[in-house]
């Protein structure tokens, strides 16, 4: 199914901080609901999540991907947290054909991990358009995960909102005992400088994260959290504005940043779900 121009769908980047924003309503969860409130109704959503990072590419290709529950520690209401949303096998496959020659395993195994239904549950709180995850592969540079975000670019014309869900800035070993501890001056500046390259687009700043010595070192100690945002970035279309839906910090050092581009111009003002 082909949308005119004016119905691409947006791409969002969804800061997601702790898992235990899925059972919040907090500033960064009304963003989230506003941002899955506004978009047009999605055909299908695909997510690229920080905790999908694997060794090669896959793409979920089952028809009922489970509810995983990849963390510990937490209260047992979080595990009790089910998002039941179909998988659609046939956007796998238009995944992988758009990937190609890159080889993508179509797996049956995986499901929805924390990174995508913590988010999606507070914006598609109903559960039933259909989700298929795209891992990456750890082994490769930030430019590749880059350039693969601009090769799913024809799914935005085909109804198909994709979503990527990390942190900017993620240091575990660094966290603060109070969720409200004043950020890091490093942590502020990495998040600027990313804010300002965003909304500018200069995506190669974005690619070259690692050229910003120790406040990057710092805020991206592993780079999973932050390889959802270059497949957002690479997804932006030129002259496309970027919208920050929220930004702050939880415990000092991670970073809530959620930026969404081809959004509804009156997006801010939306209440209603789909």
Do not use: C
Not at 16 to 25: D, E, F, K, Q, V
Not at 55 to 63: F, L, R, S, Y
Not at 205 to 232: I, K, M, N, W
Not at 253 to 263: C, D, E, H, I, Y
Request: charged share 20%.
């Amino acid at each position: 199914m082909s949308m005119d121009g004016e119905a691409r769908m947006p791409v969002i980047f969804f800061g997601h901080g702790s898992p235990m924003n899925t059972l919040a309503r907090n500033q960064y969860t009304e963003a989230w609901r506003k941002l899955g409130a506004a978009v047009p109704k999605p055909k299908a959503i695909l997510a690229i999540s920080a905790h999908w990072f694997t060794k090669g590419t896959a793409v979920t290709a089952m028809a009922k991907p489970r509810t995983i529950h990849d963390f510990g520690g937490f209260p047992q209401a979080l595990f009790d947290i089910q998002y039941p949303a179909p998988g659609d096998p046939a956007l796998a496959e238009r995944v992988r054909g758009l990937l190609a020659p890159l080889p993508v395993a179509m797996d049956e195994s995986w499901g929805l991990d924390h990174g995508t239904w913590s988010v999606l549950v507070h914006a598609f709180p109903e559960a039933d358009t259909p989700v298929v995850q795209l891992s990456m592969d750890a082994g490769k540079p930030a430019a590749f995960h880059y350039e693969l975000g601009r090769r799913l670019a024809p799914l935005r014309a085909e109804g198909v909102l994709i979503i990527g869900s990390g942190n900017v800035v993620h240091n575990l070993t660094l966290m603060q005992g109070r969720e409200d501890a004043p950020a890091y001056a490093w942590a502020r500046r990495f998040n600027e400088q990313v804010r300002a390259a965003l909304a500018s687009g200069r995506h190669q700043t974005l690619v070259d994260f690692e050229q910003r010595g120790e406040d990057a070192r710092l805020s991206v100690p592993t780079p999973e959290h932050y390889l959802p945002l270059l497949y957002v970035a690479g997804l932006q279309q030129e002259g496309e504005t970027i919208d920050f839906a929220v930004d702050g910090y939880e415990a000092g050092s991670l970073g809530m940043l959620s930026a969404a581009a081809g959004m509804p111009a009156d997006w801010r003002n939306a209440t209603g779900a789909h």
